[in-house]
């Protein structure tokens, strides 16, 4: 099996790096992510005039690639640079829409000229969907929603939110344009969102969307992945690169065998993550690729945590300093860890499936 990254991948890849090299800087990173909206408009309509975001949706839907390669070599660069913009929320609401025919709003998003994210999660709910609590009931012909969702993504700015909820025919998803948020950074930076709803009248996309809204928050999740890689790769290339230069004793730390072997773990651990989530990839949308979703997921949250630890050790001080992008790299892979399942929720989803394999 070829490893490498076709020509047309090593094209997206290169030309994000240099765009989001030449303009996005910690400082500026740093300044957007913990700011209202907790993004830069003038980046976010960069990526779209590349056709980054593009890149999330399929060329029959409108868009210019959407496999889970081409998501997980943009959300790889997109860790590798630690970038805040809303890329998620914007995936799973594409997503959740191109395949309920909003071609309309695709186009739009794809453009720039709208933003949309996906309110799925809940006080209460983790990757179980049945344990989803908000409803929709249709009444005199108005689709009302109760209920209260949570951890949306990307929602700060946004111009709608398709929501998730339980009806009698099954998970619905219901349009809300212009919502009223409750906004906030997340503590690596980025917007996140809550939403409360008393008989809130919506729009209704469909009816029964479980399978569609699974394949999303997989799709999510395989992009999270790649994104940690990236900034693992990055933090590791950070590390070693100060174990080079700072000296201790008259010498420098790299000379130290027991710290070459504590970077070298590290290497490793970035070699596994790659590994998995070059499987999840090419598992995705065959049976029983969920499995390897949430083994990705899973080994991601562990190996993210460690080399979070293991950087900052190695740097001493000032490895958790503001100023310096490592103490960045480490609270965003934390991060990830949480967002769409953590690597515990994902053990459980891995014995539940497993048990249904049996039982099938």
Sequence with gaps: MDFNLSEDHQLL????NRFLGDNYDIEKRNEAGFTAPYHLQDMWNGLAELGVIGALVSEEKGGFGGSAEDISVVFEEL????CVE????TLLAL????????????????????????????????CDLSAMEATAVE????????????????????DFVVVAAKTESGTGLFFLENPVLICAAMVDGGGVADLVME?????????????????????????????????????????????????????????????QHRAVNMQIEIEQCRSIVISAVGQFGQPGGERNVSMAKNLIGRAGRLMSEESIQLHGGIGMTWEYPGAHFA??????DHQLGDQNDHAMRLIATGAKQLVD
């Excluded at 860790?79 to 630690?82: D, I, N």
């Excluded at 010498?251 to 710290?259: I, R």
């Design 13 to 16: 890849s290169n030309t994000l």
């Design 79 to 82: 860790g590798r640079s630690l």
């Design 86 to 89: 809303p890329m998620l929320g």
């Design 95 to 126: 997503r959740v829409l191109s395949d309920h025919g909003q071609d309309e709003r695709v186009e739009q998003i794809i453009s720039g000229e709208s933003r949309a994210a996906l309110a799925v999660y809940e006080p209460n709910m983790s």
């Design 139 to 158: 009444q005199d012909g108005v689709w009302r929603l109760n209920g209260r969702k949570s951890a949306i993504y990307g929602a700060p700015g946004s």
């Design 199 to 259: 008989n809130t009248a919506a729009e209704c996309l469909a009816l029964d969307a479980e399978t569609s809204l699974t394949s999303a928050l997989d799709l999510g999740r395989i992009a999270l992945c790649a994104e940690a890689v990236g900034a693992m790769s990055a933090l590791q290339d950070l590390t070693v690169d100060y174990l080079k230069q700072r000296k201790q004793f008259g010498t420098t730390l790299s000379s130290f065998q027991a710290l």
């Design 331 to 336: 609270k965003r892979l934390v991060m990830i």
